[in-house]
């Protein structure tokens, strides 16, 4: 069974860093695509970044310039780098894998709070 699991998350200040990472288990095969979304209360799931086999990437503008996704493909990891956080920043950030026949898996989040 595939599952997603990240972590990394928590509390930081305005202005801190974060680093989170989800890895993947119980894969037979690569992801096509991986990803990290995020929620916050009342507003609907949206893409935070999202990065292809071949390393190509995509932000949204609101994160540009702060994060940087990367992956792993041999640790079956994607990595989330957040800089420069800001309180809007705040929300349950999810991972995303795309398997090679359009499946989605989802993890069950990681909590970030951005405040002083």
């Known amino acids: 069974q595939v599952q997603l699991v990240e972590s990394g998350g928590g509390l930081v200040q305005p202005g801190g860093s974060l680093r989170l990472s989800c890895a993947a288990s119980?894969?037979?095969?690569?992801?096509?695509?991986m990803g990290w979304y995020r929620q916050s209360p009342g507003k609907e799931r949206e893409l935070v970044a999202d990065i292809s086999n071949g390393n190509r990437t995509n932000y949204a503008d609101s994160v540009k310039g702060r994060f940087t996704i990367s992956r792993d493909n041999a640790k079956n990891t994607v990595y989330l780098r957040m800089n420069s956080l800001k309180p809007e920043d705040t929300a349950v950030y999810y991972c995303?894998?795309?398997?090679?026949?359009?499946?989605?898996?989802w993890g069950k989040g990681t909590l970030v709070t951005v405040s002083s």
């Open positions: 119980g894969l037979l095969f690569r992801f096509n695509a």
């Open positions: 995303r894998g795309v398997s090679s026949f359009g499946v989605d898996y």
